[in-house]
């Protein structure tokens, strides 16, 4: 983790996006915000359907229009909001100024060209790069990523590579126009635990290189902790808890944050004590519950939480941040846990 520099290099402020489907209206994302600085990590987590990567498609104008539609919100990249952004303007900033790693590289990778032409043809179009100097600079960025033999495996395509080398690949062309943020959504989905160390080394060490900003959506708690400047837990669509990474793993204050932090397992947990899964399921963001959305869930929960939709308010450390009526009782459970562990 890098030092951030002073002041957000984007912005999300109160969106909320809508889709319509034959069911009903999906509120997929209804009023986040958050910041991320040049050199910081923030972790977006939650469980699937949380809305972490709507968010991020949302920030990268890739959402279709309809039946996707914003309801509310700004995305500022340096005061210049990306929602009311003209489409080419907006085509310009995608990939030069803002990158995103994709979930699943394999379908995110075109099938049927090699690897190295699909990074330089991002060079020949944002840099106006020849076809031979767009090549060289794709074999370059093949090898900084880690990718062996690069001019060879440049003449590859997607499927001659593996899981990780095709990650490797997404990255590099990601970083090809050296952007100023990268959102990376699940960079380690499906990669046994070596590739994934391997994939997060290699994003840390290119933003200690380039003074990256990284928004990291991921469900994995274990990356978060090694990883994350600050943690923004999302549920049900909502921002629920948001602070720096120490407060969030070592003092949440929702239900919903002690909960996942409850489910992990942990080189710290002794004796007899085993993990406690959150019972249930995420609710359908068609039907979401009144109040807290958690609270059906939610072992603090209590009448009232069922009636009273809390707010994000501030908590004792600086920028920490909850909405949830009973922070004092996971405050009490918290404070039960180091007891027992320590």
């Not at 402020?13 to 915000?33: C, F, M, N, P, Q």
């Not at 001659?160 to 062309?173: E, K, L, P």
């Not at 989905?189 to 003074?211: C, F, K, P, S, Y």
Request: net charge negative.
């Amino acid at each position: 983790m890098t030092e951030p520099h002073d002041g957000p290099v984007l912005e999300v402020e109160d969106l909320r996006v809508h889709i319509a489907t034959d069911e009903g209206v999906v509120k997929a994302v209804d009023g986040v915000s958050w910041s991320v600085a040049a050199g910081e990590t923030l972790a977006i987590v939650g469980e699937s359907g949380s809305g972490k990567s709507v968010t991020a498609l949302a920030v990268m104008g890739l959402l279709p229009m309809p039946p996707a539609r914003y309801e509310s919100g700004r995305v500022l990249y340096r005061g210049a909001d990306l929602l009311t952004m003209d489409k080419k303007t907006l085509r310009s900033l995608r990939g030069d100024k803002i990158a995103m790693v994709f979930q699943d590289p394999l379908s995110a990778l075109n099938p049927v060209y090699k690897v190295g032409h699909q990074i330089a043809e991002v060079l020949q179009q944002h840099r106006k790069l020849g076809r031979i100097p767009a090549r060289k600079r794709a074999i370059e960025l093949l090898a900084e990523v880690g990718i062996p033999d690069p001019a060879r495996r440049a003449e590859e395509y997607p499927h001659q590579f593996s899981g990780g080398m095709r990650q490797r690949v997404m990255i590099a062309m990601a970083l090809a126009l050296d952007p100023e943020v990268l959102l990376a959504d699940e960079p380690t989905t499906a990669l046994d635990v070596t590739v994934q160390a391997e994939i997060m080394e290699l994003l840390m060490r290119l933003q200690d290189d380039r003074g990256t900003a990284i928004v990291l959506i991921t469900h994995d708690l274990g990356l978060v902790a090694a990883h994350a400047d600050r943690v923004l837990v999302m549920y049900a669509g909502r921002a629920v808890e948001m602070g720096d990474t120490d407060t969030i793993f070592y003092e949440p204050r929702h239900g919903y944050t002690f909960g996942l932090l409850a489910s992990m397992p942990s080189t710290e947990r002794r004796g007899d004590r085993r993990l406690e899964p959150i019972p249930g399921q995420p609710p359908s963001l068609i039907a979401v519950p009144s109040g807290c959305p958690f609270h059906p869930r939610c072992r603090f929960a209590d009448e009232a939480c069922a009636v009273e939709r809390p707010e994000l308010v501030p908590q004792t450390s600086l920028g920490h941040r909850a909405a949830c009526i009973h922070t004092d009782a996971v405050a009490a459970a918290v404070h039960e846990i180091v007891v027992e562990t320590s």
